[in-house]
């Protein structure tokens, strides 16, 4: 089976280091944790901008098994958006089973 990661259409988090005008360009992230929640794992903040600016960032794991699009702890959604929750940065995409 072949499965394509799925790609971060937006992210709303800005002060992101992987963010830049509101596109990720990690390599990949992971979603979920540290609690029940579809939070980015792999969101930080720092002066410096990092990723890879040529390309947009996708889902490389997902940690949340009552997600409607998590199959194996992979997103098998066509794509995610990354937005903000309270004071936290989620998947806007995750969906409960």
């Known amino acids: 089976m072949t499965m394509k990661m799925p790609k971060i259409t937006s992210c709303e988090a800005t002060n992101c280091s992987y963010n830049k005008t509101q596109q990720c ?8 944790g540290p609690d029940a929640c579809p939070s980015c794992d792999t969101y930080f903040h720092d002066n410096k901008k990092g990723g890879v600016s ?3 960032g996708g889902v490389g794991a997902c940690k ?3 997600c409607t699009h998590n199959s194996a702890f992979e997103c098998s959604a066509p794509a995610i958006k990354v937005g903000l929750f309270r004071n936290h940065v989620d998947c ?4 409960a089973r």
């Open 25 to 32: 360009h990690a390599i990949a992230i992971t979603v979920g």
């Open 54 to 56: 040529d390309m947009t």
């Open 64 to 66: 949340l098994e009552g």
């Open 92 to 95: 806007s995409t995750f969906q």
